[in-house]
């Protein structure tokens, strides 16, 4: 018990700060890529220091909640994911977390807020069946939904469900917000709708925002980490280095492909999941 409540702790205390390095390492990555000079890394936490420190407006009361709330349901799934909790439920907090910020955003009545909104709805469409399919894969390779049970194989996960990790690597275009797929909300100055789901925020609310995606980056990490992870203490090295090939991927992704429309989102993404994850399921049916 002693070793989950730490796990916990740490979580909490570690993953803004690693996941606002990681947002400003992301800066920098496509900053050279485009041929700029770029923040510098530690910009992310500069941004949100300032957030926290300006006036916040709100339309109403209810939008305060509904955003506190994302970032509390965001933090729990996080700490019962790397606290070796059960993935099922680490996926459905995380589908809760998404809905709340939605409402967030529906609740301004602002245009641009619920466009993002109604964008954000139909990314989670795309996404959803996804994150259900990895943890159905993590059960077939281990026999377990439970994290702890999971980090434990004698075998990496990805050795019988690779499917599921190239569909689980395409939909983190979508989670991390990364063209083409960032319809909902955007930090690039060339889309027709900049911020979008975030538009009406201002202040600590929108720092809340910012360091719950930090968490929920940090979350994204730790789950494509799974994918590589097993008894042996060496697997974590790998873990981290697929994180680090899989962050800078979805970077090079971002910086390679303009946004399309939703229509094709849906399309190519359920093509994805359908050809990837839906072959290695009935793989994995017929051998057990």
């Known amino acids: 018990m002693s070793m989950i409540i730490l796990k916990a702790v740490l979580y909490i205390i570690l993953a803004p700060l690693i996941g606002g390095l990681l947002s400003g390492i992301d800066r920098v990555i496509s900053a050279r890529m485009q041929g700029r000079q770029g923040p510098p890394v530690f910009q992310p936490f500069y941004d949100v220091y300032k957030l926290l420190n300006k006036q916040t407006t709100v339309v109403n009361s209810i939008q305060v909640l509904f955003v506190t709330g994302y970032l509390i349901m965001t933090i729990f799934t996080g700490t019962l994911f790397f606290a070796g909790g059960d993935m099922l439920l680490v996926f459905f907090a995380l589908s809760m977390a998404e809905v709340v910020m939605v409402m967030a955003a529906f609740s301004t009545n602002g245009?641009?807020?619920?466009?993002?909104?109604?964008?954000?709805?139909?990314?989670?469409?795309?996404?959803?069946?996804?994150?259900?399919?990895?943890?159905?894969?993590?059960?077939?390779?281990?026999?377990?939904?439970?994290?702890?049970?999971?980090?434990?194989?004698?075998?990496?996960?990805?050795?019988?469900?690779?499917?599921?990790?190239?569909?689980?690597?395409?939909?983190?275009?979508?989670?991390?917000?990364?063209?083409?797929?960032?319809?909902?909300?955007?930090?690039?100055?060339?889309?027709?709708?900049?911020?979008?789901?975030?538009?009406?925020?201002?202040?600590?609310?929108?720092?809340?925002?910012?360091?719950?995606?930090?968490?929920?980056?940090?979350?994204?990490?730790?789950?494509?980490?799974?994918?590589?992870?097993?008894?042996?203490?060496?697997?974590?090295?790998?873990?981290?280095?697929?994180?680090?090939?899989?962050?800078?991927?979805?970077?090079?992704?971002?910086?390679?492909?303009?946004?399309?429309?939703?229509?094709?989102?849906?399309?190519?993404?359920w093509s994805v999941i359908l050809v990837f994850a839906g072959t290695n399921l009935l793989i994995l049916n017929v051998l057990k």
């Open 111 to 269: 245009p641009y807020s619920i466009m993002g909104a109604q964008r954000e709805l139909l990314q989670m469409m795309c996404y959803e069946p996804m994150t259900l399919l990895v943890a159905i894969g993590f059960y077939y390779a281990n026999g377990s939904f439970m994290v702890n049970d999971l980090i434990q194989a004698s075998v990496p996960a990805i050795v019988q469900i690779p499917g599921f990790f190239i569909g689980f690597v395409f939909i983190l275009i979508i989670k991390l917000r990364k063209s083409p797929f960032d319809l909902s909300t955007s930090h690039h100055m060339h889309q027709e709708m900049v911020k979008g789901l975030t538009t009406d925020l201002s202040g600590n609310n929108l720092a809340f925002v910012e360091i719950a995606e930090w968490y929920d980056t940090v979350l994204m990490m730790g789950i494509v980490g799974m994918f590589f992870l097993t008894a042996n203490p060496i697997s974590r090295v790998w873990a981290l280095i697929a994180c680090a090939v899989v962050f800078f991927l979805e970077t090079l992704i971002d910086n390679l492909f303009p946004r399309v429309k939703y229509i094709t989102m849906l399309k190519v993404t």
